[in-house]
């Protein structure tokens, strides 16, 4: 996309900010802004904005619940309807969202709230990526042109309280010292420190007493850890809490946790990545080998167990760099280990090992983007590749972006579900698609089998999501009215998979107890004689005027629905495009207006 921001950015900007759009003169401008933001969305105002991701009916109380849950607002609007909207919330500047207004002509970008806390930095981007001005108004940025609460990603404010009391002495011209024991402080060169002053910006790796001084934190420390099996993550944090505890060294310092990668689906260790606000990240056994020489507790039966002396100092150490020293060595307790090494420079995870895989399987549902959910919209956008039939990848371009793009042919799916696994395996988000729903007819089951059947190690240690989609059962029932609203089933006919006697018994246990049935992959070239005898089958126990909904093409172009009968049923005119859906015997036709629709009385009341 034109307007994606650089990586670097973009990891350094709040993420899913609510783009609220009022009006179609602000479409394109709130289009652009969705497009430059990670994991924005676009929220429209009913009847007036056309292919919103969120549509709302009252601008005031929809803005009122978005900063109450704490999400980001950039609103394509006057600053006043954002200002009169969160008024009567505001209570806490430190736990209240960016807000940000943006003209409609891209003249200003106004961060009115949160300057501080993500605001004042996606005004500054947007402004320069979008070719707008950015109206900032916090006095000690302007003047000084950093802000001391807001320090670049990784770094982390000790105590957030003295930042405007120093703040406030550099702008008067006060003497403040500056002591850099670790990490590159370069962000702060444009500030004028008077050399030895006390109160000071101090910036350490060390847990230390403040006192009157603003305390920084680089990410200058790598934490290695190593752990039995399912060790309760309550022993690894309390081992890592301990020990950085009696070497006086800040948590607020660590970069990321590291460890050896047979340990990227270990629940503590996440847990405790989690818990510490890092990334956990992950190295093989022989990467893990060459740090031996400086290991302080290199270990026979480590290295017979895992492939290398050293899980946790060698992880410190492969994390830290060439140049790291081992501040802390082996350190244990019952089950775990950790080592910290501290890091000449800044520490940047993302350049560091390999993080848990994930791989999530997302149904994209019939194919049109009003039919997508949040959820699988928000899959895509995260991927950094997208494994599917080549048909239903066209059906997303506009969510792969800069994704890696793997299309298959179809009927390649066990194919497509392992390229999909070793994506994953080697520390990619990728994200499996299947049309309607992943787990009803799709990938979902496939991929679970084929990781229980493989003797893949690395498969098993992926993260693996199921995204639901609108399925093809649902999306057709809508069209045609409401006939699912008793009990309902689904059958394949494709006998591919499933001997056709299997299938002919199904049929005729969901006609002998009146369900209402749904018959996916109906008729094909090569089986085209397997819906008639469908038919048959349920014919046996409906009459031939029973209900029937032909749904084709769901969402897409060319799209059709017929309402029609069990004996009047065209099979020619059925193809593997089409959805079958059979009513039961208490299944009614109602002629509207707008063309005849189905629905299956439940058994409510009705006067």
């Known amino acids: 996309m034109q307007d994606a921001l650089p990586r670097d950015d973009a990891d350094a900007l709040p993420r899913g900010a609510a783009v609220l759009c009022l009006g179609p003169s602000a479409l394109a401008t709130a289009r652009r ?45 006057a600053a006043g309807i954002l200002i009169r909207a969160v008024a009567p919330l505001l209570a806490d500047k430190t736990i209240e969202p960016p807000v940000v207004a943006v003209a409609e002509d891209l003249s200003a970008v106004v961060p009115l709230l949160g300057g501080h806390h993500g605001a004042n930095r996606l005004a500054r981007t947007l402004a320069a990526r979008l070719g707008a001005v950015a109206a900032l108004t916090t006095a000690s940025e302007l003047a000084l042109g950093t802000a001391l609460d807001e320090p670049p990603p990784g770094w982390r404010v000790g105590n957030p309280a003295r930042a405007k009391a120093i703040a406030a002495r550099l702008l008067a011209g006060e003497s403040v010292g500056l002591a850099v024991e670790a990490g590159d402080a370069a962000w702060l060169a444009g500030l004028r420190f008077t050399p030895n002053a006390r109160p000071a910006v101090r910036a350490t790796h060390r847990a230390v007493d403040a006192g009157d001084d603003l305390v920084l934190h680089p990410p200058v420390l790598a934490l290695g850890v190593g752990c039995e099996r399912d060790v309760a993550p309550a022993e690894l944090g309390a081992l890592v809490d301990t020990t950085l505890a009696r070497h006086g060294l800040s948590r607020h310092a660590i970069a990321c946790v590291v460890s050896i990668d047979l340990k990227a ?111 699988a919209v928000a899959a895509l956008e995260n991927a950094e590749a997208v494994v599917g039939y080549g048909v239903y990848l066209d059906l997303i371009a506009d969510l792969i972006g800069d994704a890696s793009r793997h299309a298959t042919a179809l009927g390649a799916e066990s194919a497509r579900v392992a390229q999909a696994l070793d994506l994953a395996a080697r520390g990619k988000r990728v994200a499996l698609v299947s049309s309607g729903d992943a787990g009803i007819y799709g990938l979902a089951t496939l991929a679970f089998e084929r990781i229980a059947h493989a003797e893949r190690a690395d498969w098993r240690r992926v993260a693996l999501t199921v995204v639901p989609g609108v399925s093809a059962l649902q999306a057709a029932a809508a069209r045609l009215g409401a006939p699912l609203g008793h009990d309902f089933c689904a059958v394949s006919l494709s006998d591919l998979l499933t001997p056709w006697p299997t299938v002919e018994r199904r049929l005729a246990a969901a006609a002998g107890a009146d369900f209402v049935i749904a018959l996916y992959n109906p008729r094909s070239e090569r089986r085209d004689w397997q819906l008639a005898r469908a038919l048959e089958i349920v014919g046996a126990h409906r009459p031939a005027g029973t209900p029937v909904g032909v749904a084709r093409n769901l969402g897409r172009d060319g799209e059709s629905i017929v309402v029609t009968t069990l004996g009047g049923l065209d099979v020619a005119s059925v193809d593997m495009l089409s959805l079958v859906l059979i009513g039961s015997t208490a299944t009614q036709r109602l002629d509207l207006a707008d063309g005849p629709r189905l629905y299956t009385p439940r058994g409510y009341r009705v006067e």
């Open 33 to 77: 802004i969705v497009a430059a933001l990670p994991g924005a969305r676009l929220h429209g105002l009913a009847g007036r904005v056309v292919g919103a991701d969120v549509a709302f009916a009252d601008t005031l109380v929809h803005l009122r619940a978005l900063f109450a849950a704490g999400t980001p607002i950039v609103g394509v609007c």
């Open 265 to 375: 689906d270990e629940p503590a260790v996440h847990a405790l990545a989690r818990r510490l606000g890092v990334p956990a990240r992950f190295f093989d056994a022989g990467r893990l080998n060459a740090e031996a020489p400086r290991l302080a507790n290199p270990s026979e039966v480590v290295l017979r167990e895992t492939g290398c002396p050293g899980v946790a100092e060698g992880a410190a150490l492969a994390a830290a760099g060439a140049d790291a020293r081992l501040i802390v060595p082996k350190t244990r307790s019952a089950r775990a280990t950790c080592a910290v090494a501290l890091a000449v420079r800044d520490l940047d995870p993302a350049t560091i090992g390999r993080p848990r895989g994930n791989l999530a399987i997302v149904g994209i549902g019939p194919g049109d983007r009003a039919t997508r959910t949040l959820d």
